[in-house]
């Protein structure tokens, strides 16, 4: 079954594929990240039941009832979140060394990354880093520290190896109003 991938204006990304055959006619509709899908299927020859699928979904949105669902944080994410508070605590990467990607390293040395992390630690001052990572999938998730000066925001990617590996780790200070 091929899909089309495409950003709609009101629903966000989405997927659909439409069907036919002599008798009928259908439209699917996925909308990833409110983790529901919307069917019609007709029983009229390539009946095209297109725009009915979405003003349904259009519908539900506009109902409240696209709510989605939570991500559960994966054992992997939770251990590289942890690697990466302890790597921030610590100044440099020596912590989470051995969870690091085998590509982590391409785009910025380990020195690099001590000059980054002393630079947000002295911006930022001290920092809670007891706020939960949120899941956005099994390998992906985003999370903010309240610090003295300002949040850090932050997000981890992992490789999608056996283990899995912190392929990206993402920080940024955003100073106190």
Known sequence: ???????????????????????????????????????????????????????????????????????PVSKPLAEAYDAAKAIYRAGDLRPGKKMLAMNFLLDRSEENWALELARLKQQSGTCSRDAPIVANGVLTGAFSWTCENGTIGGRLLLAPTAPPGIQALRLSFTPSP
């Open 1 to 71: 079954m091929g899909f089309i991938l495409s950003l709609d204006c009101d629903l966000g990304p989405i997927l659909t594929h439409s069907g036919g055959y002599p008798g009928f006619g259908s439209h699917l509709l996925l909308i990833p990240e409110k983790s529901v899908g919307v069917f019609a299927f007709a029983n009229r020859t390539y009946s095209g039941p297109t725009m009915a699928v979405r003003f349904a979904a259009l519908e539900l949105d506009r109902a409240g009832l696209l709510t989605g669902r939570a991500i």
